[in-house]
């Protein structure tokens, strides 16, 4: 099998959990094409692994002047008809400036399909549900495929402005990393039931005699990107009350992004400067250095699918300390593997910081039994096992009408679009 995967940003330091995915399904003997969006910048490729996934990595934006001309005409002088009305579609649902957003989706969409053929894939299956996923539907559309999508999360805060229920009716199956995120994408498509999957992010557990010990040292680490939606002031606010109430910690924040110049003020305002250590974007390697210095984890996301970092900290039996958000409580059972504290709430966290840093053994325990759960229920090779199969699936219908279509003298893009569910547009 030959599958296309599609991020907006590919590689990034937040997505390492894509590039492990795609080495699971290749040592199953599936051919993956990768293609980004957005061309990663230097700050995105941060280690070996990154830089040859990004030297394998085809971008969209900026796109290649010369690539771009050959596409938009070649699409529309083979396919007129079809070239117009997924335009109509994707422009004729939009409102106001969501017009323009959708126009370059279309563009995007029609270099995509265009790579896709000259590629020989067989199918385009897109991470997040978000604008990235615009651009794969129309090229999807473009390209006679069957198409899929990963819902992560926070991705599905917005079903309709990126058609959520258009995009499942159409895809041949849609994936969910957690029940959770299931039922809220199932809002959108209740009918889709019987295609929309959980398979959970996979991560390896170290082996029992390769964990590192705990330090023993009150050292908190947060690894996330530096974003409103992961919630830093309310840890900070939850920081400055350990201080105030005299406990001894250090935090490290492992991560960069948007919110970087507002963080660091807000540590030296707090007076936490001795207490916060901030380390920008590290490549995976840095980030488990600091996971195995840690005494515990901890995040306070607004939103969240269930968050790779959570699983990263498991794999090296560290405790963790999150919000009940998304499918965080799919992972962490309150009490038991880490604990659970409602988002926003600073004195809240600080209590559950304090209760892990206060005893040290029962802290070791709940990093055991996260342990213990990863193992059950991340397995990186199940889980990769189970998208080859859902890839399996969607691409033998659309072999075997192909083979057919090609006995009767029919032309195969329209089987293939046929076979997407795109028949609609296609006619």
Known sequence: MKIAYLVSRYPAPSHTFIEREIRALSDLGVEILRFSVRKPGAADVLGERARAEAAQTRWLVPPPPIQLATAVVATFVTQPAVSLRVLADAIGKARGRQKLKW???YFEGVLLAWMLKRAGAEHLHCHFGNSGSNTA????????????????????????EFRHGEKVRECAFAVCISERGRETLLQSAPEAAGKVHVVRCGYPAAAADAVPPMPERNRIVCVARLAPEKGHCVLLGALNELKTRGRDFHCTLVGGGPLEREIVTHVAKAGLSGHVTMTGALAPAGVARHLADADLVVLASLGEGIPVVLMEAFALQRPVVATRVGGISELVVDGESGRLVEPGDAIALADALEWMLSDPERARALGKAGWQTLRAKHDPRSSAEQ??????GAVRPLNRTAVEGDAQGEPQAESTNRGMGADNLAR
Not at 387 to 392: K, S
């Open 387 to 392: 998208m080859r199969q859902l890839f399996a």
């Open 137 to 160: 539907m129309i090229a999807a559309r473009l390209a006679g495929l069957p198409m899929s999508i990963t819902f992560h999360g926070i991705d599905l805060d917005e079903p309709m």
């Open 103 to 105: 126009l370059m989706y």
